[in-house]
């Protein structure tokens, strides 16, 4: 499964459907349209964008370091 989140990521869609399966490309207007389906996936998810699309957010909790120092890793 493919998803694309945002204008430019959709930009990639055509030539991922071109040589893939039209059912396992996903274009998403933003982020918020991407959890339901990140939280219900079963799976490895693999995450690249730009880090204006803060997809940390879409990183279930318990793949959140929290140390008590305040820094705040991500896996």
């Known amino acids: 499964l493919v998803v694309l989140i945002g204008e430019k990521a ?7 459907i071109e ?13 918020e349209d991407a959890i339901s389906l990140v939280e219900d996936f079963e799976g490895v998810v693999l995450f690249k964008g730009s880090r204006i699309n803060q997809l940390e957010k879409l990183l279930p909790p318990w793949a959140v370091d929290d140390d008590s120092d305040g820094n705040n890793e991500k896996c």
């Open 19 to 31: 040589n893939g399966n039209q059912e396992k490309v996903m274009v998403l207007g933003d982020i």
């Open 10 to 16: 959709s930009w990639m869609a055509p030539a991922l």
